[in-house]
């Protein structure tokens, strides 16, 4: 979403067409602010423009950038996090996890407990707990082996996840990985940027992006 677009669903937002869903749009609106997304006035800031170039998980995704929690990661462990934000099932085997990505799960938790919290403040309805608990990070270590070259046969051994999600989850995974590339390129982060580059190289191979019945 671009920043025209942004600004004209706050516009809608704020407008009479949507006054029966005023109490939780301007519940939102508020989150927006209190995070410095827009300013009293409405105008999208810097954080706002960011977000914008986020198609998933936008808030999240922009405080990690801004609270610089990947700028000491390598690409392979950014992209093995960074897999929580598209991976969806609920229920998995527990992933082995170095500690450098423990410490990374403990650093999104702790941001996503933040904004879960804000989001009460401002009354919203959504438990914080629910709100941490939608970031699933099960494909954490999968995602990690096959980004360090492992060969797609044996990283199915680590999980009892199914085939076919574990290649629609990285699949949907570089698209994040091109989104915070443009994102940390608009906030002049090329350090940041070289790295989204980098772990988009090192998942997109193989069968993962071939043509198959898994994409189908």
Known sequence: MKVKEAMQKVNFLLSDKSLQFGPEYGQRIEVLRDLRYIDGNN???????????????????????????????????????????????KRCSQPSLLPSLEKGVEQIKAVAEKIGKLQKECGLTEPVEDYIEGFRFGLVEVTHKWASGMPFSEITSLTDVSEGIIVRTIQRLNETLRDVRNAARLVGEPVLCQKMEDASTLIKRDIVFAASLYTQ
């Open 43 to 89: 105008t999208v800031q810097l954080k706002g423009r960011v977000a914008c170039e986020i198609s998933t998980n936008e808030l999240i995704i922009t405080e990690l950038i801004f609270e610089n929690v990947f700028s000491e990661m390598q690409p392979s462990e950014i992209a093995a996090l960074l897999s929580c934000m598209v991976f969806q099932e």
